[in-house]
């Protein structure tokens, strides 16, 4: 699968998405507890993915969903919530992340599907 970066600022949140993520066939690398720090860790780490919580302390992310997009071998982002997309209006759609799934609907294979969907199959342009 991929290897995953969790960027949430609730313990428990972080410790059930290893789970899931990793029963899912995806190896988590890293957790972070804010953007900050997220974004830090995406530069050093260079996850494949980065499954970032929308409602952060210090950066939504949006935001960091943006910055990771302009560094020099970005991440697919699949943001998170504990809200429905719907409540985010077009910002989610206007944003660089591969998607969003409800942190009650996470799973391995929601994942893996968003990336999939993300990124465009060898010789195919998008």
Avoid: C, N
């Amino acid at each position: 699968m991929s290897t995953v970066l969790i960027v949430d600022d609730h313990a428990s949140f972080r410790i059930q998405a290893r789970a899931v993520l990793e029963a899912g066939g995806h190896v988590v690398v890293g957790e972070a507890t804010d953007g900050r720090s997220g974004i830090d860790l995406a530069l050093a780490l260079a996850p494949e993915v980065v499954l970032l919580d929308v409602g952060l302390p210090d950066i939504d992310g949006f935001e960091v969903a943006r910055l990771l997009a302009e560094t020099p071998s970005p991440p697919a982002v699949v943001l998170t919530s504990s809200r429905d997309a719907a409540e985010y209006g077009q910002r989610v759609a206007e944003s660089p992340a591969a998607g969003f799934v409800a942190k009650v609907e996470l799973s391995g294979p929601a994942v893996s599907e968003l990336v999939a969907q993300a990124r465009p199959a060898p010789g195919v342009a998008r």
